[in-house]
């Protein structure tokens, strides 16, 4: 199986930019997306096929990367974007999730 | 407005099996890829597997596909996950997603339905 490695935590004071990596353990072409998933909620997709905003996720959040690297970024974090951050990839099967990162505000 | 909305969730003993609904609205059911995630109690998410439109091609995880089985009724715009020898490490929420338009992204969820594995 695909093995994709997040960081696990990260803290962050408002207005700051933040970036969320995500490593594949082999290509994933870009067939790389990611979730926010808000506690006690079910995740929501942000962004689809590695760079494109998913439809009413605001602009703040973008996405990057090709191959094995993928970035999550949200430029300026605000209150509201505390969360766990989870990258999924459906290039090679089973699809697979990485761990999760789980961002804090300060 | 696409809606997803699990039943079936709750308490069950080891061993014993269990079966999930999914109704779905919102959206043309019968166009769309389906699939399952589960989520263990402060764990990440993972993912069970998926059913094409017509019930032709259900792809699993392999460490799922004995004791999972995915079936959808078109019909009745629902989607099933039956489990069958359940043991401790299936406790977890249990989500039913849409695959976006292409099949390779889950872009729409229901709130999960709580599944709890104990005697």
């Known amino acids: 199986d695909t093995v994709l490695t997040q960081s696990p935590a990260l803290a962050v004071s408002p207005g700051e930019r933040v970036t969320i990596s995500c490593r594949a353990s082999?290509?994933?072409?870009?067939?790389m997306h990611w979730y926010q998933q808000k506690p006690g909620q079910q995740p929501t997709l942000l962004i689809y096929?590695?760079?494109n905003l998913e439809s009413g996720v605001p602009a703040r959040f973008s996405g990057s990367g090709s191959g094995t690297d993928f970035t999550l970024t949200i430029d300026p974090v605000e209150a509201d974007d505390t969360a766990t951050y989870y990258c999924?990839?459906?290039?090679?099967?089973?699809?697979?999730f990485g761990g999760g990162t789980k961002l804090e505000l300060k | 407005e696409v809606k997803l909305v699990e039943s079936g969730g709750g308490l069950v003993q080891p061993g014993r099996s269990l079966k999930l609904s999914c109704a779905a609205s919102?959206?043309?059911?019968?166009?769309?890829?389906m699939g399952w995630v589960r989520q263990a109690p402060g764990k990440g998410l993972e993912w069970i597997g998926e059913?094409?439109?017509?019930?032709?091609?259900?792809n699993y995880t392999p460490s799922l596909k004995d004791k999972f089985t995915i079936s959808r009724d078109n019909a009745q715009n629902t989607l099933y996950l039956q489990m069958s020898k359940l043991g401790s490490e299936d406790t977890a929420i249990y989500y039913c997603?849409?695959?976006?338009?292409?099949?390779?992204?889950?872009?729409?969820w229901g709130q999960g339905a709580s599944v709890t594995v104990s005697s």
């Open positions: 997603a849409r695959d976006g338009d292409g099949g390779y992204v889950m872009d729409a």
């Open positions: 919102g959206f043309s059911f019968n166009d769309y890829w």
């Open positions: 059913i094409n439109q017509d019930s032709s091609t259900i």
């Open positions: 082999e290509s994933v072409s870009t067939l």
């Open positions: 096929l590695a760079s």
């Open positions: 999924q990839q459906s290039w090679n099967d089973p699809w697979t």
